[in-house]
Protein backbone atom coordinates (compact mmCIF):
# COMPACT_ATOMS: atom_id res chain seq x y z
CA UNK A 1 0.00 0.00 0.00
CA UNK A 2 1.45 3.40 -0.73
CA UNK A 3 2.11 6.26 1.77
CA UNK A 4 -0.73 8.29 0.22
CA UNK A 5 -3.59 5.14 0.61
CA UNK A 6 -2.41 5.06 4.41
CA UNK A 7 -2.62 8.28 5.13
CA UNK A 8 -6.26 8.62 3.25
CA UNK A 9 -6.58 5.23 4.69
CA UNK A 10 -5.68 6.97 8.45
CA UNK A 11 -8.03 10.14 7.77
CA UNK A 12 -11.01 8.19 6.38
CA UNK A 13 -10.70 5.49 9.44
CA UNK A 14 -11.12 8.54 12.22
CA UNK A 15 -13.71 10.57 10.56
CA UNK A 16 -15.42 6.93 10.72
CA UNK A 17 -14.64 6.98 14.42
CA UNK A 18 -15.76 10.35 14.69
CA UNK A 19 -19.26 9.56 13.23
CA UNK A 20 -19.39 6.31 15.65
CA UNK A 21 -18.59 8.16 18.71
CA UNK A 22 -21.65 10.84 17.37
CA UNK A 23 -24.05 8.13 16.28
CA UNK A 24 -23.45 6.68 20.40
CA UNK A 25 -23.49 9.45 22.11
CA UNK A 26 -26.86 10.91 20.13
CA UNK A 27 -28.54 6.86 20.47
CA UNK A 28 -27.51 7.42 24.24
CA UNK A 29 -29.46 10.57 24.61
CA UNK A 30 -32.56 9.36 23.12
CA UNK A 31 -32.91 6.28 25.22
CA UNK A 32 -31.83 8.62 28.29
CA UNK A 33 -35.06 10.92 27.33
CA UNK A 34 -37.58 8.60 25.82
CA UNK A 35 -40.89 9.27 26.97
CA UNK A 36 -43.92 10.59 26.32
CA UNK A 37 -42.73 14.01 25.68
CA UNK A 38 -40.51 13.08 23.14
CA UNK A 39 -43.88 11.45 21.33
CA UNK A 40 -45.49 14.45 21.20
CA UNK A 41 -42.74 16.49 20.75
CA UNK A 42 -40.66 14.65 17.84
CA UNK A 43 -39.96 17.39 15.53
CA UNK A 44 -38.56 19.88 18.23
CA UNK A 45 -36.36 16.88 19.80
CA UNK A 46 -35.15 15.45 16.09
CA UNK A 47 -33.92 18.45 15.98
CA UNK A 48 -32.31 18.50 19.11
CA UNK A 49 -31.05 15.48 18.30
CA UNK A 50 -29.24 16.46 14.79
CA UNK A 51 -27.99 19.46 16.59
CA UNK A 52 -26.14 17.33 19.15
CA UNK A 53 -24.68 14.59 16.55
CA UNK A 54 -23.15 17.60 14.62
CA UNK A 55 -21.59 19.21 17.66
CA UNK A 56 -20.21 15.59 18.90
CA UNK A 57 -19.08 14.75 15.47
CA UNK A 58 -17.37 18.25 14.65
CA UNK A 59 -15.75 17.80 18.21
CA UNK A 60 -14.85 13.87 17.64
CA UNK A 61 -13.06 15.00 13.99
CA UNK A 62 -10.78 17.76 14.93
CA UNK A 63 -7.98 14.95 14.89
CA UNK A 64 -8.53 13.30 11.62
CA UNK A 65 -9.07 16.68 10.07
CA UNK A 66 -5.89 17.84 12.02
CA UNK A 67 -4.11 14.87 10.31
CA UNK A 68 -5.88 15.32 7.14
CA UNK A 69 -4.77 19.40 7.10
CA UNK A 70 -1.38 18.21 8.31
CA UNK A 71 -1.02 15.78 4.87
CA UNK A 72 -1.93 18.52 3.02
CA UNK A 73 1.04 21.14 3.57
CA UNK A 74 2.97 20.40 0.61
CA UNK A 75 0.01 21.36 -1.71
CA UNK A 76 0.73 25.24 -2.46
CA UNK A 77 -2.65 25.11 -4.37
CA UNK A 78 -4.55 23.14 -1.31
CA UNK A 79 -4.31 26.37 0.90
CA UNK A 80 -5.01 29.44 -1.79
CA UNK A 81 -8.12 27.60 -2.55
CA UNK A 82 -9.46 26.70 0.79
CA UNK A 83 -8.48 30.29 2.14
CA UNK A 84 -10.47 31.78 -0.52
CA UNK A 85 -13.45 29.33 0.11
CA UNK A 86 -13.21 30.18 3.89
CA UNK A 87 -13.19 34.05 2.82
CA UNK A 88 -16.25 33.36 0.95
CA UNK A 89 -18.33 31.52 3.67
CA UNK A 90 -17.70 33.82 6.03
CA UNK A 91 -19.15 36.58 4.03
CA UNK A 92 -22.28 34.67 3.99
CA UNK A 93 -21.86 34.28 8.00
CA UNK A 94 -21.48 38.18 7.74
CA UNK A 95 -24.32 38.49 4.99
CA UNK A 96 -26.76 36.55 7.28
CA UNK A 97 -26.07 38.37 10.51
CA UNK A 98 -26.92 41.55 8.20
CA UNK A 99 -30.08 40.36 6.87
CA UNK A 100 -31.00 38.83 10.46
CA UNK A 101 -30.59 42.15 11.75
CA UNK A 102 -32.07 43.95 9.34
CA UNK A 103 -35.24 41.88 8.70
CA UNK A 104 -35.88 42.28 13.27
CA UNK A 105 -36.75 46.06 12.47
CA UNK A 106 -38.40 45.44 8.55
CA UNK A 107 -42.53 45.27 8.24
CA UNK A 108 -44.25 41.98 8.55
CA UNK A 109 -44.39 39.97 5.59
CA UNK A 110 -41.81 41.51 3.67
CA UNK A 111 -39.13 39.95 1.98
CA UNK A 112 -36.47 40.64 4.67
CA UNK A 113 -38.05 39.88 6.98
CA UNK A 114 -38.42 36.57 5.31
CA UNK A 115 -34.58 36.52 4.21
CA UNK A 116 -34.27 37.44 8.43
CA UNK A 117 -35.89 34.00 9.40
CA UNK A 118 -34.05 32.03 7.12
CA UNK A 119 -30.90 33.44 7.60
CA UNK A 120 -31.12 32.36 11.05
CA UNK A 121 -30.26 28.51 9.45
CA UNK A 122 -26.64 30.01 8.98
CA UNK A 123 -25.81 31.14 12.27
CA UNK A 124 -26.25 27.15 13.23
CA UNK A 125 -23.20 25.94 10.98
CA UNK A 126 -20.35 29.37 12.73
CA UNK A 127 -19.68 27.31 15.50
CA UNK A 128 -18.39 24.46 13.36
CA UNK A 129 -16.66 26.69 10.53
CA UNK A 130 -15.02 28.64 13.16
CA UNK A 131 -12.58 25.86 14.58
CA UNK A 132 -11.82 24.48 11.16
CA UNK A 133 -10.87 27.78 10.03
CA UNK A 134 -8.66 27.93 13.19
CA UNK A 135 -7.67 24.92 13.02
CA UNK A 136 -7.09 25.69 8.73
CA UNK A 137 -5.07 28.49 9.60
CA UNK A 138 -3.02 26.58 12.25
CA UNK A 139 -1.95 24.52 9.66
CA UNK A 140 -0.82 26.59 6.96
CA UNK A 141 2.17 26.72 5.69
CA UNK A 142 1.48 29.99 3.63
CA UNK A 143 2.07 33.11 5.55
CA UNK A 144 -0.89 34.72 3.35
CA UNK A 145 -3.72 31.50 3.62
CA UNK A 146 -2.34 31.51 7.50
CA UNK A 147 -3.84 34.96 7.97
CA UNK A 148 -6.48 34.75 5.78
CA UNK A 149 -7.99 31.58 7.20
CA UNK A 150 -7.73 33.34 10.42
CA UNK A 151 -9.36 36.27 9.61
CA UNK A 152 -12.50 34.25 8.52
CA UNK A 153 -11.95 32.23 11.65
CA UNK A 154 -12.71 36.54 13.66
CA UNK A 155 -15.60 36.99 11.48
CA UNK A 156 -17.71 33.51 12.22
CA UNK A 157 -16.67 34.50 16.00
CA UNK A 158 -17.80 37.69 15.70
CA UNK A 159 -21.06 36.75 13.91
CA UNK A 160 -21.23 34.29 16.46
CA UNK A 161 -20.72 36.57 19.19
CA UNK A 162 -22.94 39.00 17.60
CA UNK A 163 -26.31 36.36 17.31
CA UNK A 164 -25.70 34.86 21.04
CA UNK A 165 -25.62 38.50 22.68
CA UNK A 166 -28.74 39.34 20.66
CA UNK A 167 -30.27 35.86 21.37
CA UNK A 168 -29.34 36.30 25.20
CA UNK A 169 -30.81 39.63 25.52
CA UNK A 170 -27.94 41.34 27.07
CA UNK A 171 -27.27 43.28 24.19
CA UNK A 172 -30.97 44.64 22.22
CA UNK A 173 -28.94 44.91 18.62
CA UNK A 174 -31.64 46.44 16.82
Not at 40 to 65: C, I, K
Not at 108 to 116: D, E, F, N, R, Y
Amino acid sequence: MSRAAVKISLVLAGYAGAFLVAAAVVAMYVASTSGPDRQLYGAMYDFGDSLLFLAVFGAAAVLPTGAALFFLRPYRSFWRVISVAALAVAATGLAALVAYLAGRTADPGSGLQAWSAVSVLRFFAAPLFAPIFLLSGLFAPIRTSRITLLAATSVEAAVLACVALSWSGLVPLR
